[in-house]
Every structure is written in C-alpha cells, then in structure tokens.
C-alpha cells in the first residue's frame, strides 16, 4: 500500500498529516498528489467523503513552500473558490491543519460576513486564500484584493458553483487570474457546461474519478413514511422524543425542508414541542450559520433543519439520521441530503416524508436513484394524536438525548443486523409485500447511481467506475421537466 512519504510529500506535511491520524492517502490522494507536485494541472471527478481536499492542499502546500515567494500585496499565492461558505470555512481549517508546520498563511473571506474585516484581512495578502465566488469579486471591484499572484488556482464542486449561478463570477475570476497558474479543478459530475469550464480554466489536465468512500445507498438504510403534510409536525416530534420508535438509535438528527421559511416554521413548532433546534439556510447570518453547524457538531443541539443549502459539501460526523421532512423537487438532492449521514465509513438512517402531493417527487428520487424506500408505519391512532394534542401543546422541554427510545435493532458500529429491516411482509407504498430477509437491491446502474461502487463501502479503487455516486449527475440538465432540474448554469438554489 503506498504511504503518504512515498507519493513524495514532504516532511512539515508529513508529519502534520500524523498529528491528523491519517495512516493512508485516499485513491484521490494517491492518484491526485503525484501530478499536481509535479505542476500539473488537474481534473478530479470527486465529491466530498473522498479526502478531495487534502488531495489538492497537501501538495500545493508542499509546492507553495518549495517556489517560497513573498506574499503578494492584497493578493494571494493559492486562490480556492468554493461554492458554499460552510464548505470554504471547512476547508480554511483544513488548510490549517495540513499546513499547520509549513509556516503558510491561511484566510477565509465568505459572503455574509463584515467585509471591513476582509479588507483588513487581505491588506498584507496571504499564502492561502479559501472564498466563495460573490465575496471575492466584492473585494476585487472594491480594489482590497487583486488575483495578480496567484500561482495556484482550485476550484472545488465546480458543478455546484454552476447550479449557484457563479459562472460570470468563474469566467471573470478566470480572466484576472495570471496565465501561467497551475488549475485544480474538482467536481462531482461532469455535464457539457462544467466540460466547456475545465476547457477554459485547465491546460492539458491530468483527470482522476473516485466514488466516495462511504457512498449512500450501501451504508444508508433508506425508510419512508406516508404521512399528510399537517401530520408531519406531529411525526418529527414524536420521533425526536422516542415516542414514535424508527431504526437506528436518534442521536443527531439533519432535517431538510424546501425553503427557508419551512425550515424556520419547524424550528418554532419544535420549540413549542419542547426541542430545541437551529436551522441553516440562506437568510441566516454566517456567524448564525456556523453557530449552527458548530452547535450540531458538538452535539449541544443535535437537530438541525436545514435547506439545501447544507445538503453538499458538508462533512459532519455523527448524523445518525436525515430526515427529509420535504422531499426535494430535484431528484440528485435526494442523494445528496442523504449523503450527510454514513459518514466517515459509519451506517446511517435516512428518512422521508412524503405527502400525498410530493408523490411526483417520491416517483422521481425512486427513478433516479434506483433506491428502495422502506415503508414505515405511523404510530398508533396518530390522527387522533394529530387533532388531540397536536405538536403545538406546549411539553416539558427534554433534552433530545434522554428521552432517546430504545433504538430498534441497535447493532454495534458498522455492522447491519437483519433486525434494523423492516418487519417480515409489511407492506411497501406500492402494495407490494416484501420478503423477510430482502435485502434492498444493490445499485444496478454501477457507479452511475449512488452507492454504486459496490465495495460495500471500502474505498474504491483508483479510477475505477469513471464517475462518483452523486445521483446521476451526468444527466443532470438534460430536462427530464423537473423543477429546477438543470445543471449548467441555471441558478436553482437561490432560494436556500
Ligand atoms: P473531504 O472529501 O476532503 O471533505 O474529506 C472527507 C473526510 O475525510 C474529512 O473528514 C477528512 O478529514 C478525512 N480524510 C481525508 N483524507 C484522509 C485520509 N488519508 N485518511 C483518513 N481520513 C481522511
């Protein structure tokens, strides 16, 4: 097995990849590090869960060090655009730690946040600059930054930045940058728009592709409930208190809506129920924002409702369940809200609600992405419990932990027992009974479909399988007549 030394790191990097704990480079590190400390440029098919991010810092590191040029004047050495500002603060302090013995400065600017302090961060320029598109041409046109010293130049979930509508943001950012920088250019999926953009941005690139190394339809128990939209207050309480038993012990639970305005709603009816949550979504400050994800990292509030907003990019470990409070009008979300928990090579559980008028979606995400839904039925007398003491009766305010039910079929780390499925002949949406001991379907369309790298959740092998799981991307933008369902270019998250 190669080792981190022999891809030819050096020592500073070496050794704060120990003080990390990792043993091994992920297929990404090892087929990625080699070209770039050569000066390649480099195109990787990856999404997040795949170790993407060292893959590109730990060499650039390495080579910023060796070139060991002055830091430019309100400019940067290493330019890494990002499409969210959780994922640029992420990977900031990543960059940090990789680069914690290289002496290199590190700094973040995202949207959201007092832009003084990012003039006032910039005025020196640094080694390292990690920023969301929208921020960084604020501080070029306000003439607090410039892109004249950039020798390397990262862009990371281009394919995301396109759906955020950044491409004029790209192509601007591509004309101010000098010519003779080295490009990384990483994306989970590769539709015509994000070819024509690597075209643009990358001379000759190296092209690696890796499926992620938890990918979700192996490691993710995959449920559904069947439940009217004025229940699934109701529901979501009850199952956060364990009154209403699911798989899989609760312990820290992802919550998506559709918008913004939902995912507050849920907050404040949850509060009234006795939980207290966070939500994240675009309208929430970026320190609220991180305050948030900081909050549900920790476990101090281990519900967070989210929008889309935080379906990507995002690692958090721990999420022991997603619940899809709404289902998603683009199918791919699905798989990419889901991919939030098993991570890190742990199980997870995820769950829908689908309401009578989300049946279209259901459809979809079940095309798509080629998953099976297990069926699981509501709790006893549950519209009685609906119009009796609905969520808004104020309850005692009990910690979500100690109130945990006593996780079904609760099996130690890693492992799944025949008891977390569903029980023998019950009935699937679509009539159908299924057998005791059925297993869900692996992935039948390979690596086009999440989880299909069939490796059970071992890390796949260096450029097996040609694209990652991220839910069939590739076709994304074809116009299957979804909502929202365009890749390239189309703006389809603004409202998250
Ligand atoms: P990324 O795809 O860059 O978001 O990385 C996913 C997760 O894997 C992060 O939590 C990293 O800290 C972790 N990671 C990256 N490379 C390695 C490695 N070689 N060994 C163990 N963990 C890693």
């Given amino acids: 097995m190669t080792t981190f030394a022999e891809l030819g790191l050096s020592q500073p990097v070496l050794q704060a990849l120990d003080m990390k704990g990792y043993s091994t480079p992920t297929p990404i590190q090892e087929q990625a590090i080699p070209p770039v400390l050569k000066g390649r440029d480099l195109l990787g098919i990856a999404q997040t869960g795949t170790g993407k991010t060292a ?106 930045m396109l759906d955020l509508g950044f491409i004029h943001a790209l192509r601007k950012i591509k004309e101010l940058a000098p010519k003779d920088r080295q490009t990384l250019f990483f994306s989970a999926t590769m539709p015509k728009a994000i070819k024509e953009l690597v075209s643009g941005f990358c001379n000759n690139p190296v092209q690696v592709s890796v499926t992620p190394q938890s990918t979700t339809a192996e490691r993710i128990d995959q449920y ?169 009766k104020p309850a005692p305010r009990v910690p979500m932990k100690r109130v945990q039910p006593r996780p079904v079929g609760q099996r130690p780390q890693g492992q799944r027992a025949q008891g977390d499925r569903k029980p023998q002949g019950e009935r699937r949406p679509d009539g159908e009974r299924r057998p005791q001991g059925d297993r869900k379907p692996q992935q039948s369309q390979g690596a086009a479909r999440p989880g299909g790298n069939g490796g059970g959740g071992d890390r796949r092998q260096p450029g097996s399988g040609g694209r990652p799981s991220g839910g069939g991307g590739g076709d994304r933008g074809r116009g299957r007549g979804r909502p929202g369902g365009g890749g390239g270019g189309r703006p389809r998250s603004a409202s998250v």
């Fill in 55 to 160: 893959a590109f810092m730990l060499p650039s590191i390495d080579r910023l060090r060796e070139a060991d040029k002055q830091i430019p004047f309100k400019s940067c050495r290493m330019l890494v655009l990002a499409p969210t500002r959780e994922l640029a603060v992420q990977i900031a302090d990543s960059a940090k730690d990789y680069g914690a013995l290289a002496g290199l400065k590190v700094q973040c600017i995202v949207g959201g946040t007092s832009v003084g302090k990012d003039r006032n961060k910039l005025h020196r320029g640094t080694d390292i600059l990690v920023a969301t598109p929208g921020r960084l041409l604020d501080l070029i046109e306000q003439k607090a930054l410039n892109l004249n010293g950039i020798e390397v130049l990262v862009l990371d979930e281009a394919d995301q």
């Fill in 224 to 392: 559904l409930f069947m439940v009217q939209q004025d229940e699934k207050l109701s529901l979501l309480e009850m199952i956060l208190k364990g009154r209403h038993e699911v798989p899989g012990a609760v312990e820290r639970v992802l919550i998506f809506t559709r918008t913004k305005h939902g995912a507050d709603r849920v907050v404040k009816r949850l509060a009234q129920g006795g939980i207290e949550s966070n939500a994240i979504h675009g309208n929430k400050s970026q320190p609220q924002r991180q305050r948030a994800l900081d909050e549900f990292r920790k476990g101090r509030v281990p519900v967070l409702i989210a929008t889309d907003v935080a379906a990507r990019g995002i690692d958090i470990p721990g999420v022991s369940h997603v619940i899809n409070y709404e289902l998603p009008n683009v199918p791919e979300q699905y798989v990419h809200r889901i991919g939030r928990t098993a991570r890190a090579g742990k199980d997870g559980v995820a769950i829908a609600f689908c309401a009578e008028d989300e049946r279209a979606y259901l459809k979809d995400i079940r095309k798509v992405t080629g998953a099976e839904l297990d069926r699981l039925p509501l709790p006893d007398n549950f519209r009685a419990v609906v119009e009796g003491e609905g969520p808004t």
